[in-house]
């Protein structure tokens, strides 16, 4: 098992940007895809980017150009740069691994997930 743990939330007023971190620990992390999902309060997992161990990577349209997703595998970490933040961009943010090296974007795909860092962005 790979174990996940995300930082680098808080709270920005929009056109803001933060920069969310993933570190893995267990399992050779770099061999697998990762993603990052989020959820706001009543709503289901809502993808927002994956990518892959030779850096592939896939966004939703309402993220994409604003959301760059990025890994640093010396440093077991995945990295979320948020740009040009939204209030419908407020969510607690998850990191997530697939198991294999697919980009994947439905929640029941990935095996092992991090506790969450909640972003909030004011308008």
């Known amino acids: 098992q790979v174990q996940l743990v995300e930082s680098g939330g808080g709270s920005v007023q929009a056109g803001g940007s933060l920069r969310l971190s993933c570190a893995a620990s267990?399992?050779?992390?770099?061999?697998?895809?990762t993603g990052w999902f989020r959820q706001a309060p009543g709503k289901e997992p809502e993808f927002v980017a994956v990518?892959?161990?030779?850096?592939?990577?896939h966004y939703p349209d309402s993220v994409k150009g604003r959301f760059a997703i990025s890994r640093d595998n010396a440093k077991n970490t995945v990295y979320l740069q948020m740009n040009s933040l939204k209030p419908e961009d407020t969510a607690v943010y998850y990191c997530?691994?697939?198991?294999?090296?697919?980009?994947?974007?439905?929640?029941?795909?990935?095996?092992?997930w991090g506790q969450g860092t909640q972003v909030t962005v004011s308008s």
């Open positions: 997530a691994v697939t198991y294999d090296n697919i980009l994947r974007t439905y929640p029941g795909n990935f095996g092992s």
């Open positions: 267990g399992r050779r992390f770099s061999n697998y895809a």
């Open positions: 990518i892959n161990w030779t850096g592939s990577t």
